[in-house]
């Protein structure tokens, strides 16, 4: 498809949007990307001191490029969002829609995550162009607290103002065809792109400390933090130098850091870890765990295979179709801290099986970055063809209730 123009929108799920653009440009097509402004100011760990003044979106956009996290040939855009009910939003909205129609692109690419009402608003506002929507997380968590008619409205209504709905789970299609009313036609699926920007992080090299467990990422219920601290004691049992680093923040950290035996076996990091530090955490890593009670696609994971380390994951969700068993990582029952134990145990009593496993999967990041820029492609077109045949908004079917 010569001479593409593609809008990237993110509100919080800007790295993924960020890695994509990447590979977009790698294959010739020009992207210019929309994220919010807050949200890349706290990924550079660059916002302004109590009582300074913001730092201008120019400086902002200049450290991106700085830092190789995005091609001087693609333009960056930051929105300035208020908070969810602020009703001057609307109006941050249309400008941002102006400035979209402005820059002449050919399609609109949004990723929405749980609670981006604004960028649904968006999807439905921007009419003259196709609108191509990747949820990053349709189907609610186990132990979410906001109610769950807030989510099927909103993905409601990004549905309706969509002409191509994609997913980064091949077992989501089903799903949201059924929960959100989509005809099959007008959904898609491809995987997660590959973590380019957080491997582009790093600095001097870390050397791997033998023995060490990373926890990364939000500490919320369904990531299962409370069965690796249950699992620790388990596996020091049987791997005594075993040590855990936990890089975390969420609304259940604290209740699982009290469940800790001992102390000694622990190095927290409390708050969200910027990108010039994260790769650190990774590098030091033997395995990274994943303890998840329920899960969706997971950056954690693809951020780890990048850094070339294998996993211990729970064969719950979409886990298992990123996680090959006995290849880049090891499956293991959901909320169960002895076979999570035993896992990580097998792993660190292995160093050759371990090191094989974390090659394998940096493989596999490898050949899914050859394949992903021409399955966006395909689904761009896909949008395009429906819109040319002015087939958008006839694409919703009738919506059966949701799965308990």
């Known amino acids: 498809m010569p001479n593409l123009h593609i809008g990237l929108v993110a509100s919080a799920d800007i790295e993924s949007m960020l890695d994509l653009a990447n590979v977009l440009h790698e294959a010739g097509v020009r992207v210019t990307v929309y994220l919010s402004y807050a949200r890349a100011a706290r990924l550079l760990a660059w916002s302004a001191a109590p009582g300074e003044a913001p730092h201008s979106d120019q400086k902002v956009q200049e450290r991106f490029y700085e830092r190789d996290l995005l091609p001087r040939a693609c333009s960056l855009r930051l929105i300035h969002y208020p908070r969810l009910r602020d009703p001057r939003s609307l109006g941050v909205v249309r400008r941002a829609i102006r400035t979209i129609q402005a820059d002449g692109v050919d399609l609109v690419h949004i990723s929405i995550g749980p609670t981006e009402l604004w960028l649904a608003v968006m999807a439905n506002l921007v009419r003259d162009l196709p609108v191509v929507t990747t949820y990053a997380q349709p189907k609610p968590n186990v132990g979410e607290n906001r109610p769950a008619w807030l989510d099927l409205a909103i993905n409601r ?19 949201i065809q059924k ?19 957080a491997v582009r992080w790093a600095g001097e090299p870390v050397p791997e400390e033998p023995g060490t467990v990373l926890f990364f990422g939000g500490a919320r219920k369904h990531k299962g933090l409370e069965y690796l601290v249950r699992a620790q004691p ?34 927290v990091h409390r708050g969200f870890v910027p990108g010039d530090q994260m790769p650190t955490f990774y590098q030091r890593a033997s395995l990274v765990a994943l303890p998840y009670i329920s899960a969706g696609p997971s950056g954690v994971l693809l951020d780890a295979y990048g850094f070339g380390k294998p996993v211990v994951a729970s064969d719950v969700g979409g886990l298992p179709e990123y996680v090959q068993d006995g290849v880049t990582g090891v499956l293991v029952p959901p909320a169960d801290e002895r076979e999570l134990a035993a896992g990580i145990i097998h792993l660190l009593s292995d160093d050759e099986l371990r090191h094989r496993m974390g090659d394998n999967a940096k493989r596999w990041i490898a050949e899914l970055k050859q394949s992903i820029a021409a399955r966006w492609l395909e689904v761009y077109g896909q949008a395009i063809s429906f819109r040319s045949s002015s087939a958008r908004r006839t694409h919703l079917a009738p919506v059966e209730e949701p799965e308990p």
Not at 184 to 189: L, N, S
Not at 259 to 264: A, F, K, T, Y
Request: net charge negative; charged share 20%; proline share 7%.
């Open 234 to 267: 388990l596996v020091n049992s049987e791997v005594p130098d075993a040590r855990f680093l936990i890089a975390s923040h969420g609304n259940d950290l604290d209740r699982c850091l009290e469940l800790i035996e001992q102390p000694e076996r622990f190095e």
């Open 179 to 197: 929960t959100y009313g989509i005809h099959a036609e007008h959904t898609a699926f491809v995987p997660l792109c590959p973590r380019i920007t």
């Open 157 to 175: 209504l990004i549905a309706r103002g969509s002409d191509v709905l994609a997913v980064t789970l091949q077992s989501m299609l089903p799903y």
